[in-house]
């Protein structure tokens, strides 16, 4: 095993854990990060770095991977120490703290946890279409990379949450034609990009196939040339198309968390709000994967959380110790003159 000691430990490099380290740092706290991808980012890295996101403070408008690099530079100054590319399988309770055991042979003793795991192991929710897979990541995507590989291409966009809205207003500039497929006319999503979205379709520039399910793919060696859809009454058509994006959601899998004795939601970890404490002292959850009465799942909510849960933490750390908080304006980072 390699062993570690530190104050905290961070299971998850998404958004909300990258601002943690930040959040910890600020109250003077030693951070070690750990995450099943090979690289920072969460799910903003693995699915969609070239995704604007509309509601991050002072941001208008930030793409998803600029967003982390970001995150990552506000953290930096802090030195956390990152763990990728593996899993953790055993928390154990010793003496004043915590040890935390990986996939990797990686053993951590801290103070505290705290799961920013989003939404654990994920993966796409796949339509149960024939031979599908021969087309996966040739002309069939679950997420996007890189826009540009679908520049003058006839996309085919199903699905009716905010990923399938966003992704038809982001390449209908580029596309040679967009067609979004839904089997209902009501869209789960941002109300202002609905608007907008029916907008373009009533000025012809996006067409709208509703009320429509997948039914079929036709093509040769994983490439496209026709999606089949049904209506609601077994009636099928042809679309021509040379790419599909099949926006259905993610499954989730918290994996061994679901062993730790937590109190859980469904795929949720319970929390208290004030601290963001789970029913196990010491052990925090913040972001996505926590829980609560009216909780909403944002990104800003998950920072909120982050800043709770260091500022809880520091009082197990420095037990005793009065801490007088001060506005980061005042008194900058510390250890540094700024």
């Given at each position: 095993m390699n062993h570690h000691t530190t104050d905290v430990v961070i299971i998850g490099a998404g958004p909300v854990g990258l601002f943690a380290v930040f959040e910890c740092g600020m109250m003077k706290l030693k951070v070690h990060v750990i995450d099943a991808l090979p690289e920072v980012g969460g799910q903003c890295t693995a699915l969609y770095p070239e995704k604007p996101i509309y509601d991050i403070p002072a941001h208008p408008k930030i793409l998803a991977g600029t967003l982390i690099e970001n995150l990552k530079e506000q953290a930096a100054p802090f030195s956390p120490t990152y763990?990728?590319?593996?899993q953790v399988t055993h928390v154990e309770k010793i003496p004043n703290g915590w040890e935390v055991k990986t996939t990797a042979g990686?053993?951590?003793?801290?103070?505290?946890?705290?799961?920013?795991?989003?939404?654990?192991a994920f993966g796409p929710h796949r339509p149960p279409l024939d031979g599908i897979e021969s087309y996966e990541?040739?002309?069939?995507?679950?997420?996007?990379?890189?826009?540009?590989?679908?520049?003058?291409?006839?996309?085919?966009?199903?699905?009716?949450?905010?990923?399938?809205?966003?992704?038809?207003l982001n390449l209908f500039p580029i596309a040679e034609r967009v067609i979004v497929v839904h089997r209902r006319s009501k869209f789960r999503a941002a109300p202002e990009n609905v608007g907008k979205l029916e907008e373009l379709a009533a000025a012809g520039k996006i067409d709208m196939e509703i009320p429509y399910?997948?039914?079929?793919?036709?093509?040769k060696e994983g490439i496209l040339e026709e999606i089949h859809l049904q209506d609601m009454e077994?009636?099928?058509?042809?679309?021509?198309?040379?790419?599909?994006?099949?926006?259905?959601?993610?499954?989730m899998n918290l994996g061994p968390i679901?062993?730790?004795?937590?109190?859980?939601?469904?795929?949720?970890?319970?929390i208290d709000p004030a601290g963001c404490e789970t029913s196990v002292p010491g052990i925090f959850a913040i972001g996505d994967v926590a829980t609560y009465p009216h909780k909403q799942k944002l990104i800003l909510i998950g920072f909120a959380e982050?800043?709770?849960?260091?500022?809880?933490?520091?009082?197990?750390?420095?037990?005793?110790?009065?801490?007088?908080?001060?506005?980061s304006t005042s008194q900058g980072l510390p250890g540094s003159s700024s």
């Open positions: 763990h990728l590319n593996q990686t053993a951590i003793k801290a103070k505290a946890i705290i799961i920013a795991a989003g939404v654990g990541n040739k002309s069939v995507f679950y997420f996007v990379k890189n826009q540009e590989q679908f520049r003058g291409k006839r996309v085919v966009i199903a699905g009716g949450g905010d990923s399938a809205v966003d992704w038809a399910q997948l039914h079929g793919l036709k093509g077994g009636a099928v058509k042809a679309v021509k198309a040379d790419a599909l994006l099949a926006f259905f959601g993610l499954s679901t062993e730790w004795g937590l109190n859980l939601d469904k795929s949720h970890i319970l982050a800043a709770q849960a260091a500022h809880k933490i520091r009082s197990l750390v420095y037990p005793g110790e009065v801490f007088h908080f001060q506005y």
